[in-house]
T-cell receptor
Framework: AQKVTQAQTEISVVEKEDVTLDCVYETRDTTYYLFWYKQPPSGELVFLIRRNSFDEQNEISGRYSWNFQKSTSSFNFTITASQVVDSAVYFCALSPTGVNTGFQKLVFGTGTRLLVSP | DAGVIQSPRHEVTEMGQEVTLRCKPISGHNSLFWYRQTMMRGLELLIYFNNNVPIDDSGMPEDRFSAKMPNASFSTLKIQPSEPRDSAVYFC??????????FGDGTRLSIL
């Protein structure tokens, strides 16, 4: 069975602070994908990143960075110099790679609500 | 490029009425997914299609729920008869063969 745990229900920071959102996963698959999605107050789900289990290199995109550690089954997300516009619920998700079917079934964590105040 | 398009954005109807939610996936995507989001259960997958064929509908809560994908550019999720506990945000998502899922803006459904 696959499971994604986001232990932090809500985090509050002041603008310009750095913040890390934790994600721990469980899977018996040897190959899998990990994802982060953002859900702003307007309600849509925005894709942020996908990582293959073969690739443990950290990734940076502007103020966003992701730390994938297979040894601890974690895929943490850091926002540097947070801004009010970063306020949203962030979801971590997991799927098998589905090599033969080309299909990916996502299992989501419960989300972490980030509140960035001015 | 157009993203996943869902309609309506909001739906308010009375218990017992039929509800039809619509989704147009991103052109060229061959997988389509219907999710439901509630405070109690979070995001849960209801059903998914690959090349217009339903693959797994084990997430569909009851026989009152049905989904179809008559062609590569259109899918519907129908609830008949609707009940207050069906109130939720319903998301449609699509993906290409090995790409990530991209979500529509969702339909906020309220059953009175």
């Amino acid at each position: 069975a696959q499971k994604v745990t986001q232990a932090q229900t809500e985090i509050s920071v002041v603008e310009k602070e750095d913040v890390t959102l934790d994600c721990v996963y469980e899977t018996r698959d040897t190959t899998y994908y990990l994802f982060w999605y953002k859900q702003p107050p307007s309600g849509e789900l925005v894709f942020l990143i996908r990582r293959n289990s073969f690739d443990e290199q950290n990734e940076i995109s502007g103020r966003y960075s992701w730390n994938f550690q297979k040894s601890t089954s974690s895929f943490n997300f850091t926002i540097t110099a947070s801004q009010v516009v970063d306020s949203a619920v962030y979801f971590c998700a997991l799927s098998p790679t589905g090599v033969n079917t080309g299909f990916q079934k996502l299992v989501f964590g419960t989300g972490t609500r980030l509140l960035v105040s001015p | 490029d157009a993203g996943v398009i869902q309609s309506p954005r909001h739906e308010v109807t009375e218990m017992g009425q039929e509800v039809t939610l619509r989704c147009k996936p991103i052109s060229g995507h061959n997988s389509l997914f219907w999710y439901r989001q509630t405070m109690m259960r979070g995001l849960e997958l209801l059903i998914y299609f690959n090349n217009n064929v339903p693959i797994d509908d084990s997430g569909m809560p009851e026989d009152r729920f049905s989904a179809k994908m008559p062609n590569a550019s259109f899918s519907t999720l129908k609830i008949q008869p609707s009940e207050p506990r069906d109130s939720a945000v319903y998301f449609c998502a699509s993906s290409s063969r090995q790409g990530p899922q991209h979500f529509g803006d969702g339909t906020r459904l309220s059953i009175l």
